[in-house]
């Protein structure tokens, strides 16, 4: 089976995480498998493997979503996105999958609209159409009004086979943040968290016993950081260590080792041992995206989130107080965030830890490589 996994992240990095984590488990079925990849470069995550190919890159700017920047800052122009529509046409006519899954479209990236439903198009104009899935995380941005609501029915009607919806229903149901019509209903395929498999600890056993603060692959986390250098003046006993990620990581890593001074804390770039360093940590420190979720529930790790809630985000957040009745896990919401909230949230973990096993399903991908061949297999 050739499948063909299209993707764009345009603040962190976690789209692209899971995405690739859906490619190795599609390989390791036995399937060719080409990762279309719309946002900036991440070498940082692990594509080994798989085909990837890389669109002219976009970013957002800031969280605002319907501002597209490309690597130089400039704004996309018409020319910029023409580009990418035509590099991506021609990945899918190369490649003739069998399978096309585009990752949160049409229930997000609406401001690429264009370039998807090029996309979409031009599958169904293939001499073998394939089948079409849509592949989206356990909660979404709600829709703010109900013409958005009817535009993705609209594209789901039109276009697509089913959805992979990434989440354990006994955890959390679409209906959480998204009106599910019975038409809808009818596609969704619940596939449980979409996960690498659990770590074993560290080799090395880096992280032991220390405080583990992260916030994505992107450039935010600013605030998370500060209050943790303030945090750590009040729990020194214990390393912080903090793993800084984004294009500018350099400049921000040196100005954070200045303000920390003699604080017993580490500031470092992003690792991709992170995984294995969280079951051996004391705790950890993050926002609340789904692949650090669900890192936090596999390892079970005490920890403290701080939902990413810029602008009018509100997926962090609604992910985290589905989360926060479980043991061991606090939530501290970013009007919140001092030195001192943040070092009375962690002596609580750590004191309340640790999270024993949880009946959730975590093999989310092996089950999404299941469902899609059992429909490619009833199209021939």
Same mark, same amino acid.
């Given at each position: 089976?050739?499948?063909?996994?299209?993707?764009?992240?345009?603040?962190?990095?976690?789209?692209?995480?899971?995405?690739?984590?859906?490619?190795?488990?599609?390989?390791?079925?036995?399937?060719?498998? =080409?990762?279309?990849?719309?946002?900036?470069?991440?070498?940082?995550?692990?594509?080994?493997?798989?085909?990837?190919?890389?669109?002219?890159?976009?970013?957002?700017?800031?969280?605002?979503?319907?501002?597209?920047?490309?690597?130089?800052?400039?704004?996309?122009?018409?020319?910029?996105?023409?580009?990418?529509?035509?590099?991506?046409?021609?990945?899918?006519?190369?490649?003739?999958?069998?399978?096309?899954?585009?990752?949160?479209?049409?229930?997000?990236?609406?401001?690429?609209?264009?370039?998807?439903?090029?996309?979409?198009?031009?599958?169904?104009?293939?001499?073998?159409?394939?089948?079409?899935?849509?592949?989206?995380?356990?909660?979404?941005?709600?829709?703010?009004?109900?013409?958005?609501?009817?535009?993705?029915?609209?594209?789901?009607?039109?276009?697509?086979?089913?959805?992979?919806?990434?989440?354990?229903?006994?955890?959390?149901?679409?209906?959480?943040?998204?009106?599910?019509?019975?038409?809808?209903?009818?596609? =969704?395929?619940?596939?449980?968290?979409?996960?690498?498999?659990?770590?074993?600890?560290?080799?090395?056993?880096?992280?032991?016993?220390?405080?583990?603060?992260?916030?994505?692959?992107?450039?935010?986390?600013?605030?998370?950081?500060?209050?943790?250098?303030?945090?750590?003046?009040?729990?020194?006993?214990?390393?912080?260590?903090?793993?800084?990620?984004?294009?500018?990581?350099?400049?921000?890593?040196?100005?954070?080792?200045? =303000?920390?001074?003699?604080?017993?804390?580490?500031?470092?770039?992003?690792?991709?041992?992170?995984?294995?360093?969280?079951?051996?940590?004391?705790?950890?420190?993050?926002?609340?995206?789904?692949?650090?979720?669900?890192?936090?529930?596999?390892?079970?790790?005490?920890?403290?989130?701080?939902?990413?809630?810029?602008?009018?985000?509100?997926?962090?957040?609604?992910?985290?107080?589905?989360?926060?009745?479980?043991?061991?896990?606090?939530?501290?919401?970013?009007?919140?965030?001092?030195?001192?909230?943040?070092?009375?949230?962690?002596?609580?973990?750590?004191?309340?830890?640790?999270?024993?096993?949880?009946?959730?399903?975590?093999?989310?991908?092996?089950?999404?490589?299941?469902?899609?061949?059992?429909?490619?297999?009833?199209?021939?």
């Amino acid at each position: 089976m050739k499948v063909m996994i299209v993707v764009t992240h345009l603040l962190g990095t976690g789209h692209l995480s899971r995405a690739l984590t859906l490619g190795h488990a599609f390989r390791q079925a036995g399937d060719d498998v =080409l990762v279309v990849s719309g946002g900036m470069p991440a070498p940082q995550l692990n594509a080994s493997g798989l085909e990837l190919v890389n669109l002219p890159p976009l970013r957002s700017e800031g969280t605002n979503f319907t501002r597209l920047l490309t690597e130089s800052g400039e704004v996309a122009n018409a020319s910029f996105l023409k580009a990418r529509e035509a590099a991506l046409v021609e990945a899918l006519q190369r490649f003739t999958p069998d399978a096309l899954i585009t990752e949160l479209f049409p229930f997000g990236r609406r401001v690429l609209a264009g370039e998807f439903e090029t996309l979409l198009r031009a599958a169904r104009g293939l001499q073998r159409k394939p089948v079409i899935l849509s592949s989206i995380r356990d909660i979404l941005a709600p829709p703010s009004k109900p013409s958005k609501v009817a535009r993705t029915e609209a594209v789901i009607e039109s276009y697509y086979d089913g959805v992979l919806v990434h989440s354990d229903p006994q955890g959390t149901r679409l209906e959480t943040s998204w009106p599910v019509s019975e038409a809808l209903a009818e596609r =969704l395929r619940y596939t449980g968290y979409v996960a690498p498999a659990r770590p074993d600890p560290h080799p090395d056993k880096l992280g032991q016993g220390e405080i583990l603060v992260s916030a994505g692959g992107g450039s935010v986390g600013e605030p998370i950081f500060r209050a943790a250098i303030e945090a750590a003046r009040k729990i020194t006993n214990r390393r912080w260590r903090l793993l800084v990620g984004g294009r500018d990581a350099a400049d921000r890593i040196s100005n954070l080792t200045e =303000l920390a001074g003699d604080t017993p804390v580490l500031i470092e770039p992003t690792r991709p041992d992170f995984r294995q360093m969280l079951p051996l940590a004391a705790a950890s420190v993050s926002m609340c995206g789904y692949n650090t979720a669900l890192d936090i529930l596999q390892s079970g790790t005490p920890a403290v989130f701080i939902p990413f809630d810029d602008g009018k985000e509100v997926e962090q957040g609604l992910r985290a107080k589905s989360l926060a009745h479980l043991p061991a896990i606090e939530v501290l919401p970013s009007p919140d965030l001092t030195g001192t909230t943040l070092a009375d949230a962690v002596d609580r973990v750590i004191a309340a830890g640790p999270r024993p096993d949880m009946d959730l399903s975590f093999d989310g991908a092996t089950r999404s490589v299941a469902i899609t061949r059992t429909l490619v297999e009833a199209r021939r």
